[in-house]
């Protein structure tokens, strides 16, 4: 059987941790709002259009130059552009402050719970934003994350929300682990331990996995 303790102790050595987040960004801003176009959209798809609009839009005040519409045409084939645009747009007007292309959010924002009151920013967007930028040990609740949780039986059907899933994982993985959850849990499930056809020929929990989806 898989338990927390046991993934967490060998999958990290399987992964290059140097690597904090697959998105694509120049700075805290930019990290912000490639989250939020993340929801419900691959970090693959994010990448393909960040470059150019943090190229051009590196921080709120840039942001708002190039406006809702500019914003829109640049984003247009990530789900639910429409709302997330406005989100991004009310996000950079209360965030504008005229720091250049090293923009970096000001303390009072480096809590999980002072980035909840900000648009566009729930609860797993502020601990991937904590967790990335200032390693705070929040544990983001992703597709993967959420995934693998029900796959090892680490959380149970009940389980049926990530602010759940978050919940029986912060008392499940030894607190020791929480600063890197998101991120391996992320890069195991989106490379080895995937939905449809895991790799478990190279998988490094092979003798010890149990899991339905195990292919032998
Ligand atoms: S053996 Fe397969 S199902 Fe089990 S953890 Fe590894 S990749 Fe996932």
């Given amino acids: 059987m898989i338990t927390p303790q046991k993934f967490f102790e060998i999958v990290p050595q399987n992964l290059n941790m140097n690597i904090r987040s697959e998105l694509y960004s120049v700075n805290d ?40 519409d500019g914003l829109k045409q640049h984003i247009r084939v990530i789900s639910f552009f429409n709302n997330k645009a406005n989100s991004i747009i009310k996000l950079a007007e209360i965030l504008a402050d005229g720091q250049g292309t090293d923009w970096k959010f000001p303390n009072k924002y480096h809590t999980r719970d002072e980035l909840m009151k900000l648009p566009g920013i ?84 092979f003798d010890i996995c149990n899991a339905a989806d195990k292919k032998c």
């Fill in 29 to 68: 801003f930019t990290f912000a709002v490639a989250v939020i176009l993340s929801a419900q959209a691959t970090d693959k798809k994010v990448n393909e259009v960040t470059p150019e609009l943090f190229r051009i839009a590196p921080t709120p005040n840039k942001m708002l130059e190039l406006g809702i």
């Fill in 122 to 205: 729930g609860q797993k967007t502020a601990n991937v934003i904590t967790n990335v930028l200032w390693g705070a040990p929040n544990i983001g609740v992703d597709t993967h994350v959420f995934r693998l949780a029900h796959r090892y039986g680490w959380v149970g059907a009940a389980d049926n929300t990530p602010e759940k899933v978050e919940e029986k994982l912060r008392k499940k993985i030894p607190s020791k682990y929480h600063a890197i959850t998101n991120h391996v849990m992320v890069l195991f499930g989106r490379y080895t331990c995937t939905a449809l056809r895991p790799k478990c020929e190279t998988c490094p929990l």
